[in-house]
């Protein structure tokens, strides 16, 4: 039995999401949970993924259904030239996530630090646009 997903559940468009699901696995991850492909039969409608004990969505940009579907306002970040969020994970080891997320594909933004908050803290771009920050709390002497 799939759980149910969190209250707010992010939803990414993405230009090819498909190879998205895919990376996010390696990257990440990831758990697909399930992909309703379009019926073009290239470009998913629909996709759900676990990361980090958390369900993200994902579906391709229809460029076609744009001004119908959100008023022409909700396109993918490569398109927008920028993401205008940052999705945050909890993590055992900042370094090893930001690693394992380069060495997949991803670019980084900001080296895992310690921060004045109290966390190892780190994020990357990944190649679809989306940026991805990895933190966890460090031990206090």
Same mark, same amino acid.
């Given at each position: ?17 498909? =190879? @998205?699901? =895919? ?11 399930? %992909?309703?492909?379009?019926? !073009? ?18 579906? !391709?940009? *229809? ?7 959100? $008023? ?5 970040? %490569? ?21 394992? @997320?380069? =060495?997949? $594909? ?7 630090? =310690?921060? *004045?908050?109290?966390?190892?803290? $780190? ?5 679809? $646009?989306? @940026?991805?920050? *990895? ?7």
């Amino acid at each position: 039995m799939i759980q149910q997903p969190q209250g707010v559940v992010p939803h990414l468009v993405i230009e090819g999401a498909a =190879d @998205a699901l =895919d990376f996010y696995k390696q990257a990440l991850g990831a758990t697909e949970l399930m %992909r309703m492909p379009a019926e !073009d039969g290239t470009r998913l409608m629909h996709a759900a993924m676990m990361v980090n004990g958390c369900h993200i969505y994902l579906m !391709d940009d *229809f460029v076609e259904y744009r001004e119908q579907c959100s $008023g022409g306002k909700v396109i993918g970040p %490569r398109e927008n030239g920028a993401t205008t969020f940052v999705l945050h994970l909890n993590v055992a080891d900042c370094d090893a996530a930001v690693k394992r @997320a380069v =060495d997949a $594909g991803c670019t980084v933004m900001m080296e895992p630090m =310690d921060a *004045f908050w109290g966390d190892r803290y $780190g994020q990357v771009l990944d190649p679809y $646009g989306h @940026a991805w920050s *990895f933190a966890h709390t460090l031990k206090k002497n």
